[in-house]
């Protein structure tokens, strides 16, 4: 069994060794060592080569899926289509007994562990969609839908992805150009236009893609559930400095009929579903939590190379200006720790409009974080720091993927803004 916290100081958040941390029962401690234990045997070996190969092979994709990881992935749990899935660590999906029930610090946990593995394309590549796809589907399909689309991405039989960014918009989602007319016979919908960086695109059966239904503006988009299989769609690889397992994808869409009934939820309500907490609030907190994780993973490697790595006689850590790096980064991390934990204690009890800039805050601080602690443990590794091999390994990695948490899931200039905004109009000011 792998050690359930590591011994090297800030590389573990601190209430796994305070029993008295009120966030976390019994179970969301068993379910850290149960994550533990499969990260560090099943995914931590093999990350580097899956991200070299560019995908997780399908057979570990299979085993992720089976042991109930892409189910627990949406949160709040879509308990109707749970059937005959066990969740990780066998902890309950509902129940009577709330000290056993999976609620969300279960989810916190999760996406935490996972990202210990310390290679951001592995936590997408082998999340077959689950994360994106599961809540957007679980909160506005119908009973249908759920059960076409919903229990098979739950159970990994479907692989889902994203399709919102277009060559020529990003940020301004309600400025999108893709088209979607209803056919002359009212059964489809002709989708024409271009999607780019889709995450999982190389592999996914289905996406939710976004399309203009209506007029100009967010109030004329609409989402839809699209069978990648359908004619009309081209799918190009994309080239990115990093997160090459997470199968990155340009979509060209070329009349493509969408059946009427897989419209998901209400026609131009679309710009809703995209920014409801289901979608982009909990991805920004998803954000958040994986990059705090991923400082913590290149201050443990970066310090256990420090105490190692010999200069001028001595070991590194014995030099008092890189003694000090690791005393700045933990008062980089575990204040938004702290604040993390808040956050997902109140993401259960806080109203969305409340939520949704808080949650954008803690995503913006915690990448940010993250780019500095990136620069500071490459630093400290030296030249090991810029190999893709040895002990700087994920540091490398990382360094390499840090800029994605902060563009995507709405930028930093973008959400700085809105959460100044948003926070402002709630304070009736
Ligand atoms: C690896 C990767 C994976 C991705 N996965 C997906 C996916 O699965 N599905 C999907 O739909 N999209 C995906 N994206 C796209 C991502 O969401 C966008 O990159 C992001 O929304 C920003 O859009 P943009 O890149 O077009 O930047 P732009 O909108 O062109 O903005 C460029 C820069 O200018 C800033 N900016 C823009 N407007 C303003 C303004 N008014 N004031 C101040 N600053 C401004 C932005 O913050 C940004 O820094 C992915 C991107 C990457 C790189």
Redesign the pocket.
Known sequence: MAEITSSIPFADPSWHQDKTNPYYKDSHRALQKFIRNYVDTQIAPNVAQWEQQGFVPEENFKKHASLGFLAAAVFPLPIDQLAGIKLPAGINASGTDVETEWDEFHDSILIDEMARCGYLGTVWGINGGAT?GGAPLSVYGNQLQKQKYLAPLLRGTQRH?????EPDI???VGGMTTTADKSKDGKHYVLNGQ?K???QGQWATHALCAARTGGPGPKGVSVFIVDLSTKGIARTKME?SG?KS?G?TFVDLDEVLVPVENLLGVENKGFEIIMSTSAFTHERLWVGITALRLCRVALEDSYKHALKRETFGKPLFENQVIRQKFSKMAGLIEPTQFFMESLVHRSVRTSPLEFSPLAALLKVQAAHNLEKISRETQQVFGGLGYSRTGAGARVEQISRDVR?LV????????LQDMITKSLKKLAKL
Not at 161 to 165: E, K, N, P, S
Not at 407 to 414: A, D
């Open positions: 994106v992805c994203l399709m919102i960014t990003g940020s301004d999607k960086w889709v995450t990115n997160v997470s990155s994605v563009v995507s899931g709405g930028s930093e200039e973008i």
